[in-house]
């Protein structure tokens, strides 16, 4: 988890008096969001011992997460620097997350089979072993971990380019540790960088030639999931859930999304939708379009995190998007 | 009249560090915008005697509304806590405004024959009778007034299905206030909860039937207006005036609002923008697209009053939609 | 060079209880703009000599341009309050610029071979002459010797009616100096208020006959250039590039733009990049949509100047319009 | 009246991007401090015919002071810069009142036994006359008239030596005004620029000589009152209440201020307390703690004017003074 | 516990356009500052199921205190409005508690032999049974399972006169409940109105008549401790801890507190700092300072609640008043 | 130079949902208020190739210094955030500068005797070597150029603690490069920990004996200045100059600072006008009282840079010292 530092509202970094701070990261969002569904839920990571790390962990507090795994120690609080794309002009994110308390942990601090024990749901994603040989040296004794306490684990495939950079290559770490996943978030550029599968050019449908490779390629991989973004603009996407199993193919409902408040985090908000939504052993298609509503909800909230109850995601979800005022 | 408390911008109340303050409410809403029309106005209530009600005097002074049979008393200012809506997410209301000073006025506190002296025009909503016997008891005594006095009397239907708590139901208490109207802004499903009058499920054209049975059941009634709100979303709403009278059933243009600054208030704007059209004697076609333009127009500016003035009420009704910056 | 001072957000004069303040002005803005295009440029001008004046002179040291010519002296800053349109509602501007201690320069305080020594391009705008007849005579000054050191010359012939108030008609002024010019940035309104050439009413293509018109009646003249805005509402324009010289007419692709973020300085973002573009040598149709992507970029920054750099320009005009982030 | 524009908190003018705005002015700063203290008053002035004109007038409303003689016209309102001072950092006012609409008022245009007609006190500042020839011919108006209906005029001398560029003199045009009052506002420097009187060198007491002497000189005058500010930093004054009268001199107990909130209108607020403590019949003694009182609380208030109730400033008068939190 | 609304720094009710937003009560305040010193504390209270009850709930978690026996129902969330002082002018506050879900909680749905399973310290304040019937029967069901299980039990008799409105009488209802309390903090205004204890006039040392009479009084309780608040302005207090017990009267050093930031709390704090020290068996003396230099530090924080950690206080506590930066 | 970035007014790390943010650093510090006080600047650094590293750069050149020789590349720009002290609390900083631009610079891409040329002063903080062996380096060879071309040499001694972590001692680092100035900022703590010479323990001037061994120690040594700061509060400070050279030892006047608004930069604005009364041949005695009254201001100003003027200084200087607002 980071913090991040935005210029208020449409305003350049250049002009920035003042930066507007949130808190979030892949796995942490997921973590906040389930709580917001009423699933309890913990975070393990690692933060500085200094005031802007106590302020990260009171963050997960304040929205319900378990902190108890937290760990404090080390240099600095990973950030990034937000600005807010309009119209046609994108949003930029400068990342300043290098020396962080996280890419320094030490993996033997982490007592994994204690962490999970009586846990339902392990989920990582792709940002963690691409941070620094110790994260991933981390991920993988938390999958080994969960894999022999018989927990479902899930991973946002999540390739990040200008990460990777302490020698080991996506792919060479990525795939033991996917081959260890129940259900992962990829697209087509991810299982290219990460998973050493490319649909052919011009495939007419590369998600589902993409997940057809993975689960032969990964035997214990039951689902792929993901979200297509069609941006009209930084102010108007329109997002459908992807998904694949064993029963094929299926398309979520699109959803437009005009204005976006935030658009950081709409991934993460999916994969906590998906997850509360096999908690709760809702059909596939239903359990689908909950993911898709959630994320799309995401977008309307300012922070990195979703804010949304079920109750919201299910009216969405039942076709209420007219946005109407409830008194 | 209550103060409004908004978080910022699209923040959710789980996030509000502060909260923006507007004051508002149906009657009041009416005379400010009157005032900001240049048409002299008056707001009849009672604040509590301590510093937010001074406040709430001072809003609607500020305004330019006659304050003179403004009441100090009673226990606390209204309240309502507003949570922006954005996209297919939609804002939300808290109310918290039982037990205001307004509830517990003492209808003898209010001399309406003094009151209305040299008045040409009287106008109440549905919320006053419905939030205690105390205030539908002013409301009665006020109407009896007006009736005696000659005076045009006016009133939004408006039915809020968490007030009406102290006992009696909608439509006994008014009915027999509505039967001394000349005007009433109402739609079906108000005219359902406070009426009894209740279109045919399927009926083509609702509003007509509905408009049709008010002006056999009150025969004082001479006009039955309304606004469609069409809502594409939270931000992006089309609007459209509805009118019924002896002459029959019109609409007006049909007015595009995107984006929404603010929703609250349109249809108090709507009715202030009839009252002026009226008194200004504007055929009744010109009145009701100039009561929608003013509506449209209040969707522009954040608060719950309309600061149109005649002319850019105008200069809309007019078709100059686009916006074009004026130097 | 002015202060504007605007409402936050969507908020009217009448409610504002503090100004954002920006610094903008025709000249400035092209100059502004260039520097952040990499183009070294400085802005000649006159700026009070107070705190506001050096606040003026520090936002264009700020934005990199080159203040050595800036005099300090004279009464007072010119200011204009702007107040953000929204939706159908369109902006205002209340300018408040009379008196300046632009309009009281001394045009002998200027030594414009000095000034323009090893200087390939000036930039003017039909404001300057507009001020008073001692900002027309450094105009004046300034033009010829431009002229004389064989610098390329542009205008912005920009007619605003609330000026031009010191006795002079605007044809008279700017016709002999609109003749010294290389490239004018003109449409039919300012041709007919400034230089008398009026579009026949119900003319197919005002804009190609007031060119044609313009080539013949001012020699010098080898391009006239100008952007086409289509308002659907205050937050939401089209834009296109015109253009015309020897080879003919020709337009550029139309941007959609929405949401405005601030749509002030458009047109000199235009002119900036139009500069810039003939500076690189690009070609022709290439530099008209390198000035319009920057006119359309400018829309999403908030205040006077066009903080776009080439790159994002570039992007742009390649068809790049979709506003997705940049990680 | 003016809009004053402050950066921020204890920001330069040189770092704003963004200022406070209030209202105030010398006269202005009188009627609305009598309007919190419940006494009625109206506000004579001219604003210019545009929207921040009429923010001006709905400020004056808003704070219950009767506008119905503002007139509605001409160039511009006034403004005034301020940055405020901290520790031994001095505040800094930069004036841009020129050209205003009250400089370029008409004084036929103001009916003054009209506007007189039913007033007890008529109160006026040495600013007016300074602004311009007409401001003091209006000046001039409404103290004929005042002293033929008899009523008690007040005026504050008030110089300003950056004002009086109209060719006159100050004591040339304020002793014939002066000469038509029965209290005034004044202290050894005002009395030096504007009225001719100048204590001797290193006399004692220079305010009683002064005032002796202007009690010679000005028959009509009754009671010259003052206060002496001892600045301890920007942010910690005392403030002593100064009285002359046919019964001598009279001190107020003085009053530490610390931390100051905001200096401006402290004058104002004295005199309006002075009037007030007059209207109520107070002894003299008291007026004076009383109008002593009203003037270091205004140093307690963001902006220009006295926010105090009667009861604050005699809780304050009675020795009340330390701040202990009203629950 | 009741969300606090304050305009922005030194503003008036009057003027706010916006409200600052805390969270803050008597006991919530003690619960979240042993959170900051490590300490274990859970709140137990009631709040409105709504989202404000939620925000509520978050701000406790934030702060790390235990929230599994918040109750979430009933009506309202209490408020107060408070309006900072400054200099001699006081800080206002104005009550909006009145039909709290608090106010309407069931005793019975707590069970508090659950609740106080394994606590060593249990906590109430007088603001509690001062509320309402129900809310004085959950208090006198808690002291009494607390003292069946041997907790130590401290009170804070707080006594609020716009409080107290549902027929019994402050003492009546306290006298019971400070019986079975080991520690209370109280002072002579306390003692006279809640426990029928006034020290006669002109006694020397009121806080050890009261003590002692307390002692006797009480057998059960073994501490009393106040805080000796001398107010020089509302931006600076001097704090003395006071404290009697067997072993007679002490008082601590006396803290200079200037600038204020926020009074609200400090009471509170004072009693946190001395659980803490009890906890910690510090010896008397010193926890007697550490609360002190507890309660000032909360006075230097924005909000209701104490955010300084134990090594801060100590650090204040060993002398180290001076405020040096921290590098 | 660094981006700071602080929670809003007197707010907590804990707290903050925004920062402020400013620019400093010593050496950047130091030309920024030369400039400000009318001598020619330049900054010499490295900034990341990035927006931040943009924004940084626009920074110095609104506050009018040369950016000439600034360079652009490496991984991030430095942090600190700062949270104000208030009253008795210490502010606190956390610094965030580890792997900075600047860290990583390459001393061969500082091309010394052509940034030095025509240079008459040149100054460096002890902050610069600390930081890595790379920036020793530069700052070796900026020395080893500047006494070469025979410039004037200043240096801040400056220890910072949490610095110095690339193996090296400060002792041995400082030495010969202290060895090569002519003037330093340094008092006996910065002695002891870079330059080895310790005051003996109860010495009656530690600040004499230090200034004497180091002009023994270094014979090019020709003046070593300090600063002392008494510390009433985190608000409230008493500030002294201190001075020696070859005819002794000299203090300024003491100047009180009440309130401070922000103590960051203090010494490097001492610095600054010292060499700027050296510049204007001051004699000694007003040197080093400029200097001071420079370094009294600076607490008055926001940010880490002091933005006062010549004149303002001169006027504190000479005594005028009351904060009295200036028209």
Redesign the interface.
Known sequence: MMMR?SP??????????????HFGGGEANVSVSLAHLGISSAHVTRFPD???G??AG??L????VDTRFVQYGG???G?Y?F?N????????????R??SAFDCLNPDDFNWEKILEGVRWFHWTGITPAISAAAAEACRQALSAANKLGIYVSADVNF?K?LWRYGASASEVMEPLVAQCDLIVCGPPEATECLNITPPVNDAHPFIFMAEQLMKKFPKLKKIIATRRD??????NRLTGLHYDESGYMESAT???????D?IGGGDAFMAGYIYAMLKNMPIRQALEFATAAS??K?????DVN??TAE?IEA?MNG????????
Chains 1, 2, 3, 4, 5, 6 share one sequence.
Request: glycine letters at 8%.
């Open positions: 530092l208020p509202a449409s305003g350049r970094f250049f002009q920035a008096t003042s930066f507007d701070a200094n005031e802007l106590y302020a009171a963050f507090k304040k929205h319900g240099p600095r609080l950030l620097f600005e794309g309009s119209a046609m002009r994108p949003g930029k994110v400068v990342y300043d290098a020396g990040r200008n941006s009209v603009s930084a102010n108007h959803i437009e999304i005009t204005p976006i408040v658009r799309a909800l977008h309307t909230f300012p922070g804010l949304a919201e969405l209420n998007n007219t946005g109407r005022l409830i008194r």
